[in-house]
């Protein structure tokens, strides 16, 4: 037989000498939360108990749900009697989060150690409340003052994350009708605003922002700028933006704008920016809306910009290199120690440019400190080509060019010439006997020393090769004509002056070269004539006038002589080859002189050459 334990629903039955205990299922029970409208600041406890009305709390498990009981709503960890709101909770699967706007279930599941099976389950209470946390105010502009910002800047009301209010301005304390949106714009003088939150849906309570103070109105203006933040306009081109930019920077919310080119407004050009694709003058006008009117004391609805010019835009140009006017003016000379210079097609391209050289091509570093429109050519530089890249700016802001010289650059021998040595048919000589000189560092170098690093020669008569070795004995076919030889090898490049070849065994001295007559002027229109001494040396001798920029007869020849003598240039006159010439308008403020080569059986003394001083201008 079958008895209650207690009055609790629980007996025990004897058979055989062994007892079986039995459960109370609490399925009929109840459990009831201490709170059936919970806020985030509650901690809500379940109280459980049987169908007898006896607290069995303490006699049960728990799980504690959201909205509805199932595994996707289950809120992990919660498994006491009592759950603290204050917290966050995981539901589910889901990140950790108050319980904001869920509805609370508890189910309590009976010990069986405490003879209790079955569980129960609580009614739903209402979805849970916060109170506001914060509300905070951002701003357009940038402060001018503690917590006080220039008329014109729009101020935004933000809550937390997920919370929901409305919102309520304030002026000087007096709610402002209708600014009952997130935005505010400081519109008074001086005001002190702030903004008031009202919690909504799941949120209750009221928050208040901090007070901010309106700043004083003034006259609104504009100008044309180079980007949105007002920076300096600087020759501006064609197909740049211009920026029309209010100051202060709020009163843009007020204005409408329309440019101008010269006097004519141009059509549907009415935004804050425009694109000239012409040159020419610009502004822009900016005319206050009825709002705008009421907070900037401009007097007038209107203002304008000063006008600026606005240039074409140039999207290419040239360049080229050469040597500076104080070396010899072929374009491909590149030894060591000479200036050689970029110069951009359009010339009105170098004003602002900048420069930047490099060895061989501009994907290499740039030259250290290389930066001007010239470059003087250095020892590291040999075996490399030059490179220089220019960069416009202005009109030319877009354009770019690259040039690079021909050669590359090689330690200058300049010209080697003959020292002490006269061309004879069947005497052996040999490229020691040319004497160069170098500009390196402003020194002399014998071309023995150079020649060392020489593997190449190449021997020419009347400017056919005739051997590539490094002697050469002229033969009778050499004879009255000119002899040259040119040398190369790791960084060296140059050549010998032409020499004529004279007749095998002739020793009868040298001659001398004279004007004929006595001057002292000379006039364009003059004709003015050479000699030899002794007279028989001009026999197949060999007339050649030349004129110079230099300031002496001496010097000329120097120049044509060496390649260079400082700055001097000397230049053959086309067609000149006789013993006289007339002195024309090409040679006013010039030196002329004749130089006489391959006297018959006679060497050309140390100076095989006369001339004129300084040609007079009629």
Known sequence: MITPKDGAGFGTESKDSKEVT??????????????????????????????????????????????????????????????????????????????????????????????????????ATSAVTSSLSEITVESDTSAVGEMTYPIGTTLTAKLATGETGTFQWYENGIAVPGATGATYMLKTSSAKVYCQATGTGY????????????????????????????????????????????????????????????????????????????????????????????????????????????TEKIDS?????????????????????????????????????????????????????????????????????????????????????????????????????????????????????????????????????????????????????????????PVAADYGKALSVTVSGDGVNASGAAFYVYEEGVENGSFLVDLVGTFTSYAVGDTIAVKTEPADASVTAKFQWYRSDADTVDNAYAALASGYAGSYKTTAISGATGTSYKLTSADAEKTVICVVTNGRGYAAADTPYAGTATVVSQ
Request: glycine share 8%; proline share 3%; charged share 15%.
């Open 317 to 473: 140009l040239a360049l080229t290199i050469k040597d500076t006017a104080a070396t010899p003016a072929a374009t491909t000379n590149t030894y060591v120690g000479y200036t050689i210079t970029a110069t951009p097609t359009p010339a009105a391209a170098a004003t602002g440019a900048t420069y930047h050289w490099y060895r061989d091509n501009t994907a290499n570093d740039p030259i250290d400190q290389a930066t001007d429109a010239s470059y003087t050519i250095k020892p590291a530089d040999i075996g490399h080509k030059l490179v220089c890249k220019i960069t416009g700016s202005g009109t030319y802001a877009n354009a770019t060019a690259v040039a690079k010289t021909s050669k590359n650059a090689v330690y200058d021998l300049c010209r080697l010439t003959v020292s002490n040595y006269i061309p004879t048919v069947g005497k052996s000589t040999d490229a020691a006997t040319f004497t160069g000189y170098g500009s390196q560092s402003g020194s002399t170098m014998i071309a023995d020393e150079i020649l060392k690093e020489c593997s190449t020669y190449t021997w020419a008569v009347n400017g056919t090769t005739v051997a590539k070795n490094e002697t050469y004995t």
């Open 22 to 123: 039995i459960c109370t299922d609490i399925s009929g029970g109840t459990v009831t939360l201490s709170s059936t409208a919970p806020t985030t600041a509650d901690v809500v406890t379940a109280t459980v108990k049987d169908a007898a009305k006896n607290d069995i709390t303490d006699h049960c498990a728990y799980q504690w749900y959201v909205d509805s009981v199932s595994d996707a709503n289950l809120i992990k960890g919660a498994t006491a009697a009592t759950i603290n709101l204050t917290t966050e909770h995981t539901i589910g699967a889901a990140t950790a989060t108050l319980l904001t706007g869920h509805k609370l279930i508890c189910v309590a599941t009976g010990y069986a150690i405490a003879n209790y099976d079955g569980s129960v389950t609580s009614a």
């Open 203 to 310: 949120y209750t309570g009221n928050k208040e922002s901090e007070v901010y103070t309106a700043g004083t109105a003034t006259a609104a203006a504009v100008k044309i700028a180079k980007d949105a933040d007002g920076s300096a306009l600087t020759n501006p081109v064609t197909g740049d933006t211009l920026y029309a930019v209010t100051t202060p920077k709020t009163a843009a919310k007020y204005v409408t704008y329309q440019w101008y080119k010269g006097t004519t407004a141009i059509s549907g050009a009415t935004s804050a920016t425009y694109a000239p694709t012409e040159a020419g003058s610009y502004k822009v006008a900016a005319t206050l809306t009825t709002d705008g009117q009421a907070i900037w004391k401009n007097g007038t609805t209107a203002f304008a910009s000063d006008a600026v010019t606005v």
